[in-house]
């Protein structure tokens, strides 16, 4: 999930909204403001309903927004970095660089969470009290009530047992705690969140059916997210069992063809391009650190009338948009972040932060399966057709 406006930084993590929250926020003001607070405090002006329905739900997306950011503190007092948090259509998501190394931070990461939203609807309705002690049961009494109310069930909702939710990762820490085998575990746990999310597309088709209209098309787009996020964290547990304990440095294309930003789209396609079979070339700075990632298909876009006049620089993907890794790191923690502007690659570097290698699709497919190749070599390893000995 990508942002669409970023919002700064916040314990020095990016926090960005996407644009489907501006759609979320849309339904929450409409419902409230023509719905429940009429309906619970009659007499007041729309203008009033308005209003109080905008500031509980800037609220409901702080208490989203805290949520998320104390998953994010935990993963990263457990030597899990973050790279960013992003709220969107149906909450907000805690962009981890990686996987917590035991159960034990695992479970920490997982249940913060929804300890935080429970600790928020504790924190409202203790508001909402002193606010009727007060003598006040109108609108603030009932945004206080709203918020009480969400917060506890955004925490136990989030309990349930099953991936993606944060129930889900406590139930994937368990049963790795118990078997030994986090692969395993988080294929366990992916397996109940299709359940559920099957479950919950069939109660919303079901509230259709029954006339309750838009509370079931809800419920079932949840489902169906449920659905498609389990049954991708299933495929990558799966994945990373078959890839553990690769590193990137073992699949990786060592010593590639690195390039001068400066040099003329025309000048690359002569001299480089068709002389040579790569289809990724990192463009460095004389140090022969990162200044950016040039594909074959970004330089197949440039019209042929513009290619002698345009640089590398300027059609390559920006450095700090390229996934990098060091050599040492696990091969399946940077699968994760192999998307956006480059193409499915990345680049690899050193400790000085110098271009040592570079990692396509192709170079995952190979690693893919020289892995299914050893699962069936009967010759223990180390062997010639090994990637790495245990």
Not at 69 to 84: F, K, P, T, Y
Not at 315 to 344: F, K, Q, S, Y
Not at 357 to 380: E, I
Request: glycine letters at 10%; charged letters at 15%; aromatic letters at 6%.
């Amino acid at each position: 999930m990508r942002a669409s406006i970023s919002l700064g930084r916040i314990a020095g993590i990016k926090v960005g909204i996407n644009a489907s929250v501006f759609l979320i926020v849309a339904i929450l003001v409409v419902g409230l403001a023509t719905g429940q607070l009429p309906a619970a405090y009659p007499g007041r002006s729309i203008v009033a309903y308005v209003i109080a329905a905008i500031i509980a739900a800037l609220l409901f997306l702080g208490s989203l927004l805290a949520h998320e950011l104390a998953h994010s503190l935990v993963a990263r007092r457990n030597g899990v970095e973050v790279e960013s948090i992003v709220l969107w259509l149906l909450g907000g998501v805690a962009q981890l660089r990686g996987e917590a190394k035991t159960p034990g931070a695992d479970f920490r990461i997982a249940i913060v969470g929804p300890l935080t939203s429970l600790a928020l609807a504790v924190v409202f309705g203790l508001a909402a009290g002193g606010v009727a002690m007060l003598g006040s049961a109108g609108l603030p009494f009932g945004v206080l009530v709203y918020l009480a109310a969400t917060n506890a069930v955004l925490a136990v909702f989030n309990l349930i047992p099953a991936a993606p939710l944060d129930g889900g990762r406590v139930l994937r820490a368990a049963l790795w705690q118990f078997r030994g085998d986090r692969h395993a575990a988080a294929v366990n746990a992916a397996r109940a969140g299709r359940i559920l999310g099957f479950v919950m597309i069939a109660l919303g088709v079901l509230q259709v059916v029954t006339g309750r209209g838009l509370s079931g098309v809800w419920l079932a787009l949840i489902g169906w997210f449920v659905v498609s996020a389990a049954t991708a964290e299933e495929q990558q547990a799966r994945l990373g069992g078959r890839i553990a304990g690769l590193q990137v440095g073992h699949v990786m294309a060592a010593r590639p063809t690195v390039l001068d930003g400066n040099l003329s789209v025309a000048d690359f396609i002569a001299q480089v391009a068709l002389t040579h079979q790569y289809s990724t070339y990192p463009l460095v700075d004389p140090y022969g650190r990162l200044t950016g990632l040039v594909t074959l298909n970004r330089v197949r876009a440039v019209p042929p009338e513009l290619r002698a006049t345009t640089r590398l620089q300027e059609i390559a993907c920006p450095p700090n948009e390229v996934p990098t890794a060091r050599p040492e790191e696990p091969l399946v923690e940077l699968l994760e972040r192999m998307h956006g502007c480059a193409d499915g690659r990345a680049v690899v570097v050193d400790e000085a932060g110098r271009v040592v290698g570079v990692l396509s699709a192709s170079d995952v497919a190979r690693a893919l399966q020289l892995a299914d190749l050893r699962s069936f070599d009967p010759y223990p390893a180390p062997s010639g057709a090994d990637l790495t000995s245990r």
